[in-house]
Each structure stands twice: as structure tokens, then as C-alpha cells.
């Protein structure tokens, strides 16, 4: 689908294995070897999947490759943060910015199916022992919605709730028209530009009274954590009154 | 998000129906022309939609008096449309139902822009012409248009007024990206949808929300921009060019070539069908390695002098950019633009445009000539989307001139006759079946391997690919493999550097994407490499001298008759070794294979015939 090549090799299956089990636990294996043998990506794409291996942030999930366990410096410095924890399946390289590019700017609905499927299986990956209430995504403003006819997070997400048979809500609304933040440079100038973006829309909470909820936000790439960051203060500082907790899960970083 | 409105004109007794995104713009149009009376249907965000339900009223409304009984009737029947489109399209999309079905309003007739609008009918007609002058001959989306426009400096907001002017003249047209259609058949149903751009009904549905209600967009020409429902789709026809017939002692032509007899007459056939009047469609048949750019050079010339630009269209972007210095020398009094994916001078215009195939796409009844190199070449091939392409850029009454060496069998059926026996010359085709330096093409070897793809892969001997190779490489000749796929690519390169180990330092493989590919070329080229592997992207264009073809399953689907024949061109290019080694490796024979072979002697036979009457005279 990507590369142009055909998904039916000689071997695919073997490959499909490997990665399954390099990816995830036993048990989750069967679950996740069936999403990548559906999937729409060749044997060569599959060997070089830039994975994101441990050792990682146990925050942001930021590699640290060669350094000791544990959070990075930038969420150190950080401190107390509103999200919980933030993970990414993939680093964000050559091939990450062909499928992102293609199914973001070109508009190629077609990837929202192997996005979708690559995010369950980021997810089997990272929070299979963990359980959610809510799957919500990042949204776009309505006119940037209305200029490019989709929201690319929206498809990916619906998938993934489909898989892990979680409802995905609509909690966001996004009230700043924000530049591009790929043209916003720096990363206090980004933080800036996305303060109060956001709108909480408190209504699914309402079927969750008093308990504990557990959300996982969704975004196709973390850069610098702004985004996300925003979401998740909106979130939790929006005048809910009942104890919130906010993980997400990204494709790329 | 704009709204597209289809109402009704009644004018003596006689009616029919418009869309309009500005309705005051249409009020103005026709008080000035002939005074109707309008009535409004209705209005869709989705231009597809109100595009099918006009193709529907206009045949409803054409013999009756519109009186408010027939206007109500007008309106339901819009809405029951509207309605079973959206129940077709919720079922064509599987189990699930149609979120956001097709949307149609008849309430809220009269909008609230009347105030907002404050321009006269002059103005908009003084701004129209302006815009048709610099849009003229071009075919754009949405998105393309406002990027166009931007070029020249100006809001496509605001031109919303004059463009809506032009198409109430007929001198541009709104369509749909992708047309909505209803089929009824005896046993369902059905939703046609179909891109307007390229004519595939290959298209994704999605809901989208830019219109808000279902949509499609097409997924055969989406690296030309996405052709949705909702996006017009702005087609402009060329005004008829007025013809200046240039002095008979400019010379544009500079080329102090020499043709060989034969090369002369194709040359002069082309020329006599361009100044004609009687043909719509030529085609110069013409093996490989017979010169086929310079036999244009009379036919190009008579049309430039005719006062008429020419598209040449070829399949590759690295053909435009070879192609352009030497036109440009030899037509130094011209302005020849080359135009592809990441051109310059896209958006501008010249004498002799040289574009992609997928830039033909944006071109709208423009070209009094259209040279359409390679007709049976990658994108064209089985592929209705360029045929359709080239025929809209040609001018009303212009002509076509494909040129190739493997024509598909329509063309031929269509233009050289369908006869067994073919012609050398007739009105519409000219074969020319030998090379320039007069030898034969070397005819390939068949042989037949059984499982040839496990044995490579395994590595286990395979003396009918070794040896020959083996031979080639001793001798310093160049040689081609090709195999079917990419990822035979590395398999057969491995196998042959295992089984050779001598020459393994000179041998590469290159495939579309391959990051190298163009320095690869050039090595084997310049002879660093003796071997290069590769898919069929090397099958034509490429000229190497001395070299020879082997292909490694030669049965699979790709190679077809024409792929197979253009393989066999590469081998035996130059004068003094005309033949050279083509040896095709296969498990099992199949037709492709079997019509090649039988075009590569039927051709030969021709030309030797050819020889022995000694030129053939018309």
C-alpha cells in the first residue's frame, strides 16, 4: 500500500510472526498477529518498522538509548504534569513522514485502515493491562476540518475503538485556530500557541458519575508534548469534579 | 461551506434548469439577456448531488408548462432522488448504514447575501473576460484554481461572481469532481460514481466535511489533487485560435539531420496528415531504435506555422527533461516549456508544451495538435485515464499523433486495419519496421525452466542463466536482467553474484524507488557496471550500445506483448553490432511471450520485404 510492492510475499507470514512477538507479550500475540496479517504493508516495510524499544521515558515515552531507567530530563523539569503517561509505537523518520504525508496532506482515506490498525497495535503494546473508559482525539478546528475534509486522528481512533471495543467520545473542541504548529518553531513558542486551544465538552462524563475515569488520548505524532499537554490540562482542570486520570498514545514521535 | 442552488428558468413557454453558488449573479445574467421568470428548487452543499438532479429535472421540465403544481412535483421528485441515492449509497457501503446521508433543502429559498452583493453587470462582465483570457484551455479543482489564481495575484473569493458569469455565457463549465448517477437494473439498484476528472469509478467513500453529508473522492488521480463530490471541477475551452499563417520563408525548423529514404517518408507522411483536414488520429509505428523524435521534426513545424501550439506527451518525467534542450535547439524561434510534477513553468504557456501524462490531465480543449509519445508506455497502459486526458486537451477539430513501437491492439485495429497482413503505409498510420541502421531486430530465445523462481531463490545451479551471463561478462557486453518484481530484485542479483563470482564487484540492481537509482544508471552506463538487475522500469528509453537482455520469468503478468517486444529493443542498438543475445526464462509459455515473438518476426519479415521492392513509393 505504502512502498508499491505487493503485500503477498513468499515469507510474510514468518516476518508477521517475528514482529508480533518482538512487539508484545505471549498473550497478546494472537490478537496482534492478526492485526498486522490483515494489515496492508509488505514484508520490507514490516523489517523496518522504526520501533521505539525499551529503555524509555516512563513518562513521555521519549527513547534513552545508552542512559539509565527512568523520566527524561524534559519532564523533570517539567514536574507535576497533568498527563499521566504518554506512548509512541514508532520514531518519527523518512517512512513515518511518507505514510503521514500521504494520508495527511494528500488525503489518502485509505491509511486511516492501517493507521487504525497500527495504533491497536501500539496499544496491545503499551496498555493492554491497563483499562480505559474513554478513547478520545485530539480535534481540529472546525475550519482547518472543513479545508481538509477529514480529521486523519478521528479515523485512526474510531478504529482502534472498534478493536478494543472502547467508546471513542467526543471530549474536545477546539476553539483556537492555531498556525500549523509544524510551521511554529521552538518549543516555548509552541506551548504558547496552544494554551486554552481546547474546550472541554463535559457530557460523556455525566454516564461515569463518581468513579475514577480513566481517558486515552490519541494524536497521530508527539513532538514536543504541547498538543497533547493542552488536551490533557483541559481535561483535568475544567471544573470535573470527580477524579480524572489521562494517558495517550501516539503513532509517531 | 457553499451552498449550490438549482432552480428553474422559464422563458416562452420553454424551460430549463441552472445551478448557481451565486444566485444574485444568475438574477442579473438573465434580466440582462432575455428576462425568465426563476423559480427555486432547492439547494445541497454537495455539488455532485444537485449536478445529478439537474441532468434529472432538465429531462422532466423540457415539455411542460411550469405552472405551481408541476414546480411541487419538481420538488418532491428532487427529494425522493436525493433520498434513494442516499438509501444506494448506505447500502453499497456494506452493513454499515450511511451516517450522513445526501442533504437537500427547499426551505430557506431566497439567502440572505442580496444585501451583501453590490456589483454591476458590467463590472462582472469586464472581470469575466479578464479571468477567461488566463484560464482559458485549462481544466483545474477547486484548490488548483485558487493556487493559479494566486499566481496571478488574485482572491478566487471574489471571482466567484465571474466565474458563475462565464458559465451562464457557456463559455466555462462547473462540474462535480465525482458525478453521482442512478442505475436501475432488474435485480438492484445502483449508485454510480465516477470521477470526472480522470473517468475512474475506482473512488472511496467517505463522509466528509467539507460539504457535510456523504462523499466520494477518487483514488485514481489523488497525486493530482483529491476530486470529491463537493469540489467544483472548472473546465474552460480554448477560444478557437485565430489562425495566422506565418510567411511562407520563416524557417522555425533548424535541423540539419539527415533522414534515411524510409525515415523520409514516415517524416513527410506526418507532416501531410498534420496540414490535412480529412484525419483525426495518425499513428507512426515505428520499431525501436528507428528514430522516432526527429520523424516529428516537418510535422511540428507545419503546425507551428499554422499558428497553433503542440502538446508532445510522454510517459516519463525523465524523457520531458531529455527532450527539452534538443527541441529547443532545434526550434530556437520558439518558446518550449517542459511541464511535470515539480516544473517551473507549470502554470505558464508556450508554443511547444512537453508535459507529463498527469499534467495532459489539466488541459481543456487547448491544443490544435497533441504527439502522444508511447502510447502503449506505463501510465497509458490499460489505463482509460490518459486516452481520455489527451483527448480533452485537443482542440475542437484538432489531432492526435501517437506515436510507439508496440501499439495496443485497438489502435492498431482502428488505425492501421485489422487485417493480418499489415500495411507498410495507408491515410492514418505509417509502420516504419526497421532500425535505422537497416539490420534486423534480434529475435529472442525462449526456454523454458521448471520451477524457476525456487531454484534462484535457493541458489541451486541454473546453467541456461549462468552460462550466457557468464559469456556476456567475459565479453565486456552490457547486460540487462529483468525480473517481474522488486523483491526479485535482490534474489537475482544474489544469485548471479553467488554463481559469477568473478565479475560479482560488477554487477547492481536498481528498482523504482531506489534511492540510487540514477547513479546506478549512469554507472552502467559508462560501463562500471557489466550487469544491472532490474524491474521493467529500464524497459524503454534507455539506449546502451553492445548490450544484451536476459529476463528472468519472462511468464509473469507484467511482461506483456508490448513490455516483452520493448525488452528486446534494448539489445543490439548500434551499427556495428546490430544483434545481440535476448534470452527470455519462464516455467511456462504464455501469450504475451508468444506474441511477441510473433510481432519481432513479423516485422523483420516486413522489412525484409521492404528491401527486396527497394523502397516503398506512395
Not at chain 1, 482515506?109 to 497495535?121: N, W
Request: glycine share 6%; aromatic share 8%.
Amino acid at each position: 500500500m505504502l512502498c508499491g510492492r505487493r503485500k503477498r510475499a513468499p515469507g510474510r507470514e514468518r516476518e508477521v510472526a517475528a514482529m508480533a512477538n518482538k512487539l508484545v507479550a505471549q498473550a497478546f500475540f494472537p490478537i496482534v498477529y492478526r492485526l498486522l496479517e490483515q494489515a496492508a504493508i509488505c514484508c520490507s516495510c514490516l523489517r523496518q518498522f522504526p520501533l521505539i524499544d525499551a529503555p524509555f521515558c516512563h513518562r513521555c515515552g521519549r527513547p534513552m538509548a545508552g542512559k539509565r531507567e527512568g523520566v527524561c530530563g524534559d519532564c523533570q523539569r517539567f514536574g507535576r504534569d497533568s498527563l499521566t503517561q504518554n506512548r509512541s509505537l514508532f520514531t518519527y523518520n523518512e517512512w513515518g513522514k511518507a505514510l503521514i504525508s500521504r494520508f495527511k496532506y494528500r488525503g489518502d482515506e485509505r491509511l486511516a485502515q492501517l493507521s487504525g490498525c497500527l495504533l491497536s497495535v501500539a496499544f496491545y503494546r503499551y496498555y493492554a493491562d491497563r483499562r480505559f473508559q474513554i478513547i478520545a482525539n485530539v480535534p481540529l478546528h472546525r475550519l482547518r476540518l472543513e479545508e481538509r475534509g477529514f480529521n486523519q486522528t478521528q479515523k485512526m481512533t474510531e478504529i482502534l475503538g472498534k478493536n478494543i471495543k472502547v467508546p471513542v467520545l467526543p471530549l474536545l473542541d477546539r476553539v483556537k485556530s492555531t498556525d500549523k504548529l509544524s510551521k511554529t518553531q521552538g518549543k516555548a513558542a509552541r506551548f504558547r500557541s496552544m494554551k486554552s486551544a481546547f474546550r472541554l465538552n463535559p457530557e460523556p462524563f455525566t454516564r461515569f458519575q463518581g468513579r475514577t475515569v480513566s481517558v486515552l488520548l490519541i494524536d497521530d505524532i508527539y513532538t514536543t508534548g504541547s498538543t497533547i499537554r493542552s488536551c490533557a490540562d483541559t481535561i483535568l482542570y475544567s471544573g470535573v469534579v470527580f477524579p480524572v486520570e489521562v494517558c495517550s498514545l501516539t503513532l509517531f514521535r | 461551506m457553499r451552498a449550490y442552488l438549482l432552480y428553474v428558468k422559464e422563458e416562452r413557454g420553454k424551460a430549463q434548469s441552472y445551478i448557481t453558488p451565486c444566485f444574485e449573479v444568475d438574477k442579473l445574467f438573465w434580466q440582462q439577456s432575455d428576462g425568465g421568470t426563476l423559480h427555486i428548487l432547492g439547494s445541497s452543499t454537495s455539488l455532485a448531488i444537485v449536478f445529478a438532479l439537474r441532468e434529472k429535472i432538465n429531462q422532466h421540465v423540457r415539455s411542460r408548462r411550469l405552472t405551481p403544481e408541476t414546480l411541487r412535483q419538481l420538488r418532491e421528485l428532487a427529494h425522493a432522488s436525493v433520498k434513494e441515492a442516499s438509501v444506494l449509497y448506505g447500502k453499497e457501503d456494506g452493513q454499515q448504514e450511511c451516517g450522513l446521508p445526501f442533504q437537500f433543502t427547499s426551505e430557506q429559498a431566497e439567502r440572505e447575501q442580496a444585501e451583501a452583493f453590490a456589483m454591476t453587470a458590467e463590472q462582472i462582465r469586464a472581470e469575466a473576460e479578464d479571468l477567461r483570457s488566463r484560464l482559458q484551455g485549462r481544466s483545474l479543482l477547486w484548490e488548483e484554481l485558487r493556487y493559479f489564481l494566486q499566481q496571478h495575484a488574485v482572491v478566487l473569493e471574489e471571482v466567484l461572481p465571474a466565474l458563475q458569469w462565464l458559465a451562464l455565457a457557456n463559455k466555462l463549465e462547473w462540474r462535480p469532481g465525482i458525478c453521482i448517477g442512478w442505475r436501475k437494473g432488474w435485480w438492484k439498484h445502483r449508485l454510480l460514481l465516477r470521477c470526472d476528472r480522470c473517468g475512474s469509478s475506482r473512488v472511496c467513500k467517505t463522509e466528509c466535511h467539507t460539504c457535510g453529508q456523504a462523499c466520494a473522492f477518487c483514488t485514481e488521480c489523488l497525486t493530482m489533487g483529491r476530486s470529491k463530490c463537493c469540489t467544483p471541477y472548472i473546465c474552460v475551452p480554448a477560444q478557437p485560435s485565430h489562425r495566422k499563417a506565418t510567411t511562407a520563408g520563416e524557417k522555425l525548423l533548424r535541423w540539419d539531420g539527415r533522414y534515411t529514404p524510409w525515415q523520409a517518408i514516415a517524416a513527410e507522411r506526418a507532416r501531410r496528415f498534420v496540414s490535412a483536414d480529412d484525419n483525426q488520429a495518425f499513428l507512426v509505428w515505428a520499431v525501436c531504435g528507428a528514430g522516432k523524435t526527429e520523424l516529428l521534426f516537418p510535422a511540428m513545424e507545419q503546425a507551428l506555422s499554422d499558428g497553433g501550439q503542440i502538446l508532445l506527451a510522454t510517459p516519463r518525467k525523465d524523457v520531458v527533461l531529455e527532450l527539452l534542450p534538443r527541441l529547443k535547439r532545434v526550434f530556437p524561434g520558439c518558446k518550449v516549456i517542459a511541464v511535470h510534477g515539480s516544473s517551473a513553468e507549470k502554470w505558464e504557456e508556450g508554443q511547444i508544451v512537453i508535459a507529463t501524462t498527469h499534467q495532459v490531465l489539466r488541459y481543456y480543449r487547448k491544443f490544435p495538435l497533441v504527439i502522444v509519445d508511447e502510447v502503449d508506455a506505463f501510465p497509458y497502459h490499460r489505463n482509460p485515464m490518459l486516452h481520455r486526458a489527451v483527448e480533452r486537451a485537443v482542440a475542437e477539430g484538432g489531432k492526435r499523433l501517437y506515436l510507439s513501437a508496440t501499439p495496443p491492439a485497438i489502435m492498431q485495429r482502428a488505425l492501421v486495419g485489422s487485417t493480418n497482413r499489415k500495411a507498410l503505409v495507408s491515410a492514418t498510420h505509417v509502420l516504419l519496421p526497421q532500425r535505422y541502421h537497416g539490420h534486423p531486430l534480434p529475435v529472442p530465445t525462449i526456454q523454458k525452466i521448471p520451477r524457476l523462481d525456487g531454484k534462484l531463490r535457493n541458489g541451486d545451479p541454473l546453467p541456461l542463466l549462468r552460462d550466457p551471463v557468464a559469456l556476456s561478462l567475459q565479453q565486456h557486453r552490457p547486460i540487462f536482467v529483468f525480473v517481474p518484481y522488486i523483491e526479485q530484485v535482490e534474489v537475482a542479483l544474489a544469485f548471479l553474484q553467488r554463481s559469477i563470482p568473478d565479475h560479482a564487484r560488477r554487477m547492481a540492481g536498481v528498482y523504482a524507488a531506489d534511492p540510487e537509482r540514477e547513479r546506478k544508471v549512469q554507472r552502467f552506463r559508462r560501463g562500471e557496471y557489466g550487469l544491472l538487475v532490474t524491474t521493467t522500469i529500464l524497459e524503454r528509453g534507455v539506449t546502451i550500445p553492445f548490450s544484451d537482455v536476459v529476463v528472468v520469468g519472462a511468464d509473469a503478468p507484467v511482461f506483456d506483448e508490448a513490455s516483452l517486444v520493448q525488452i528486446a529493443g534494448r539489445a543490439g542498438r548500434s551499427h556495428d553490432s546490430p544483434d545481440g543475445l535476448v534470452l527470455f526464462l519462464c516455467t511456462r509459455w504464455t501469450k504475451a511471450q508468444r506474441l511477441a515473438l510473433k510481432q519481432i518476426r513479423q516485422m523483420n519479415r516486413l522489412a525484409r520485404q521492404m528491401k527486396e521492392v527497394d523502397g516503398y513509393v506512395d
